[in-house]
Structures are given as C-alpha cells and as structure tokens.
C-alpha cells in the first residue's frame, strides 16, 4: 500500500467554524507533512511530525493546529479561518525526514479543497 | 524564501515532441527531486538525483545536475497527452530537518 489517503476532498466552512483535516498512511513512514498550496503556486510548507514529534512549524498562524495521534495518522485542526486561508492542503509522508544521507522522496495524498466563506 | 526558480513558466508542445524544463537554485544542497502534479491533484514524485551525481534516467526522462551552475534540466522524451501537467523541482538542503523547498514549476500542455 503506497498511498496516502486525505479527507475530506472538499471542505467549505465559515470563519466560525471548527473543522478538521484528515491524513493516513500505512507505509510505516515515520515522517509527515501539511502544505498549503495556492492556485498555479507551489506547495508551501507547513508543519512537518518526526517519529511523531512537530519537528518543523514554518510560522504558521495558530489557527491552524496540527496533530499527529499516532504514526499513521496526522490531522489538522481548523479554527476561525480566514477567506485567504482557502487553499488545496497537500498531506505527504516520508520514510523519515529528508536532510542528511538518507535521502527519500516524499508521497502526497489527493489534498482537501478548503473554502473559507 | 523560493529556492528554487525554473523556466519556462509555461511550454505547450505537440505529442511525440521533447519537453525540457529547467531548475535553478541558490544554496548548496543534498538531493533534487522533481515531482509531477495533475491539475488539483496531489504530487508525484518522479525522480532524485543526488548532489554527487549528474545525471539520471527513469523510463522516457532524463535528469541532470550542475552543482556548480546550481542549476537541473527534466527532460521528457516523446510526449504524450497525459504527460500534460505541472512540474516542479524540490530541493533538500543541510540541516532542514524534513524541509523540502519547491520551485514555482512548469506548466506544461501536450497536445493530440
């Protein structure tokens, strides 16, 4: 099993709103990722779990809250969005993080079409 | 900060006909990656070449690396239709501890 799955596909909320975004992979990968990516932009990195820990936090506003409950599993947490926060988010997962000798690439999943009204 | 940059932006091609995109970077790095992605879709990745080589194949592409230019070419060999979408280079540098940096990619349309 080489995929990573993500719901939902879309997602529309209002600025009040509370919501979640769903991540799972069952490769055993021991590293995760949330990006954000804007139309014809590339991914922009987010939030990055190693061995389960929040590794990397790119300065990202605390309305968004990443979790990861377990090795298979990341979520990310939605509260009082704003309009410029609708995006495609892109879930990835890795063997382990990048950076060194060991070198791997990274697998995404379809993303969550968010739409913040 | 964008490290890196490719060109074209955009290349429109007929089928059968070669596809070149070009990657340039700023900092020294470890690996680059390049990655397709489909239109609202989630990326793929395609191919790594490591800093201490300069050139790779996988099937109908062709990857190079000038460390000293900084710079990477993808090339696509015998287009096809399905070969139609965004292309972009990744690079991982020293001591990002999991950061993967993207280019702004190339669109890239093949036409029947």
């Known amino acids: 099993d080489t995929e990573v799955t993500q719901t939902p596909k879309h997602l529309v909320m209002g600025m009040t709103n509370k919501k979640s975004l769903k991540c799972e992979q069952h490769m055993g990968h021991r590293a995760m990722y949330w990006y954000k990516q804007k139309a014809k932009k590339p991914p922009e990195l987010m939030f990055v779990?190693?061995?389960?820990?929040?590794?990397i936090n790119e300065s990202v506003p605390s309305r968004f809250s990443p979790e990861c409950p377990n090795s298979s599993l990341l979520n990310l947490h939605l509260h009082a969005l704003q309009p410029e926060d609708s995006a495609l988010y892109l879930c990835a997962s890795s063997l382990t993080p990048v950076g060194g000798e060991r070198v791997y690439e990274q697998y995404f999943g379809p993303g969550t079409r968010l739409t913040v009204t | 900060s964008q490290q890196g940059e490719e060109d074209p932006q955009a290349l429109s091609i007929q089928e059968g006909e070669n596809a070149t995109m070009n990657c340039s970077y700023k900092t020294s790095i470890n690996n680059l990656q390049w990655y397709r992605q489909n239109s609202g879709r989630g990326l793929v990745h395609l191919i790594l070449?490591?800093?201490?080589?300069r050139e790779k194949h996988s099937g109908r592409l062709r990857v190079t690396l000038d460390t000293s230019k900084k710079s990477s070419s993808l090339l696509i060999t015998a287009s096809r239709a399905a070969d139609t979408a965004s292309y972009f280079c990744?690079?991982?540098?020293?001591?990002?501890?999991?950061?993967?940096?993207f280019g702004q990619g190339t669109e890239l349309s093949v036409k029947p």
């Open positions: 070449i490591r800093s201490n080589e």
């Open positions: 990744a690079t991982d540098t020293n001591n990002q501890g999991g950061k993967l940096i």
């Open positions: 779990y190693s061995y389960e820990k929040l590794s």
